[in-house]
């Protein structure tokens, strides 16, 4: 709570002043003469570059706040490294440890490195005990009673670490890697945003917050959003063409390489079969495909209801429009196109299908 303006401002005009910082990189040999990059990771820009002599490299820079920055090699994915840099920041970069290592002398990225390799030895711990008692021949479940509360105790870890480094990047970073698991509603996105600083500013949690708005766009009730594609024979094609005519049509988004979408796809043969008509039909959606097995996929696994094939470069991002995070993701639209449900799977699908063509 603001209590005194004058100090409210002088606040504000101290913490926008920018500082320096120092990021000191260590290589192999095999790296000189190669370019080093310091990259912001939240916008994707290169901000900085210098080449590797005598197997070292440095930046040098000013920072106003706390950033995330990746350096890298080569655009390497190998020689990469997360740097979290503020005023003061004097950081070691160490390409010839592997994995990569960053040091700063009891900084934010010490204790990141200390909170992540406790994190992994935990980690490593429950993955040792889960492979020993699948070795064993155990179930799923019976595997999971014995290690459910190891897992508990490792995800506290994580949301421990965010809390207790609510007001600096540490704490956004960590969140950031684990939004998707943690806060899996709009409503857990915004808290988070209220109340870890910097959070706002992670690309991870603004595209995941992103998702979910579009989501709820999309949800039961909402009219059907278009996109554009192709067809298989390569002709444009886009969703109102099949949505919105006056027929139930039962939309489904997956991919060649995608399993539980392949298991997913009798299911739809099955109800093609039964219903195809003036008042249904199945569609499926292909994305994040490669062109060559999409179509190979239709052969082997016997698909001959209509598809749109959705380019990776393709200006409509399906998946984005419904705020699709996996896949198989099945849409069922009535007539008028407005969706009647999403995520739909199985038998709950089928006897959806079939209550509504009565």
Do not use: H
């Given at each position: 709570?603001?209590?005194?303006?004058?100090?409210?401002?002088?606040?504000?005009?101290?913490?926008?002043?920018?500082?320096?910082?120092?990021?000191?990189?260590?290589?192999?040999?095999?790296?000189?003469?190669?370019?080093?990059?310091?990259?912001?990771?939240?916008?994707?820009?290169?901000?900085?570059?210098?080449?590797?002599?005598?197997?070292?490299?440095k930046f040098t820079g000013e920072v106003s706040g706390e950033k995330v920055y990746t350096v890298n090699i080569d655009k390497k994915r190998r020689s990469q490294a997360v740097?979290?840099?503020?005023?003061?920041?004097?950081?070691?970069?160490?390409?010839?440890?592997?994995?990569?290592?960053?040091?700063?002398?009891?900084?934010?990225?010490?204790?990141?490195?200390?909170?992540?390799?406790?994190?992994?030895?935990?980690?490593?711990?429950?993955?040792?005990?889960?492979?020993?008692?699948?070795?064993?021949?155990?179930?799923?479940?019976?595997?999971?009673?014995?290690?459910?509360?190891?897992?508990?105790?490792?995800?506290?870890?994580?949301?421990?670490?965010?809390?207790e480094n609510k007001d600096n990047i540490v704490g956004a970073y960590i969140a950031s890697m684990t939004a998707r698991q943690f806060y899996p509603t709009l409503a857990d996105?915004?808290?988070?945003?209220?109340?870890?600083?910097?959070?706002?500013?992670?690309?991870?949690?603004?595209?995941?917050?992103?998702?979910?708005?579009?989501?709820?766009?999309?949800?039961?009730?909402?009219?059907?959003?278009?996109?554009?594609?192709?067809?298989?024979?390569?002709?444009?094609?886009?969703?109102?063409?099949?949505?919105?005519?006056?027929?139930?049509?039962?939309?489904?988004?997956?991919?060649?390489?995608?399993?539980?979408?392949?298991?997913?796809?009798?299911?739809?043969?099955?109800?093609?079969?039964?219903?195809?008509?003036?008042?249904?039909?199945?569609?499926?959606?292909?994305?994040?495909?490669?062109?060559?097995?999409?179509?190979?996929?239709?052969?082997?696994?016997?698909?001959?209801?209509?598809?749109?094939?959705?380019p990776r470069n393709n200006e409509d991002n399906a998946t984005e429009l419904y705020g699709i995070q996996g896949i198989p993701q099945i849409i069922l639209f009535a007539p008028?196109?407005?969706?009647?449900?999403?995520?739909?799977?199985?038998?709950?699908?089928?006897?959806?299908?079939?209550?509504?063509?009565?």
């Amino acid at each position: 709570m603001r209590i005194l303006s004058i100090l409210a401002l002088s606040t504000m005009a101290f913490t926008a002043c920018a500082q320096s910082y120092t990021i000191t990189g260590k290589a192999d040999e095999a790296s000189n003469g190669k370019m080093a990059y310091l990259v912001d990771q939240n916008s994707s820009v290169y901000c900085d570059s210098c080449v590797v002599e005598d197997a070292a490299f440095k930046f040098t820079g000013e920072v106003s706040g706390e950033k995330v920055y990746t350096v890298n090699i080569d655009k390497k994915r190998r020689s990469q490294a997360v740097v979290m840099v503020t005023a003061g920041t004097n950081a070691v970069v160490d390409f010839t440890a592997r994995p990569a290592t960053v040091t700063d002398n009891g900084g934010y990225n010490d204790k990141f490195a200390a909170l992540t390799a406790a994190i992994s030895e935990a980690g490593n711990a429950i993955n040792a005990k889960s492979d020993q008692l699948m070795n064993e021949g155990k179930s799923r479940q019976e595997i999971y009673d014995v290690i459910g509360a190891d897992l508990e105790a490792l995800y506290d870890m994580y949301r421990n670490a965010i809390k207790e480094n609510k007001d600096n990047i540490v704490g956004a970073y960590i969140a950031s890697m684990t939004a998707r698991q943690f806060y899996p509603t709009l409503a857990d996105i915004d808290n988070l945003i209220a109340t870890v600083k910097y959070a706002g500013e992670m690309a991870a949690i603004k595209l995941l917050r992103d998702s979910y708005v579009k989501a709820e766009a999309t949800q039961a009730g909402k009219m059907f959003v278009d996109f554009k594609g192709f067809t298989v024979d390569g002709a444009a094609s886009k969703l109102s063409d099949y949505v919105g005519k006056g027929k139930y049509v039962l939309v489904d988004f997956w991919a060649s390489w995608c399993g539980p979408c392949k298991g997913e796809i009798p299911n739809l043969i099955e109800l093609q079969n039964k219903f195809a008509g003036e008042n249904f039909t199945v569609l499926g959606v292909n994305v994040w495909d490669e062109e060559e097995k999409f179509k190979a996929a239709l052969t082997e696994e016997g698909i001959t209801y209509p598809q749109i094939f959705i380019p990776r470069n393709n200006e409509d991002n399906a998946t984005e429009l419904y705020g699709i995070q996996g896949i198989p993701q099945i849409i069922l639209f009535a007539p008028d196109g407005t969706i009647v449900k999403r995520d739909l799977r199985g038998d709950a699908m089928k006897a959806l299908v079939e209550e509504k063509l009565k």
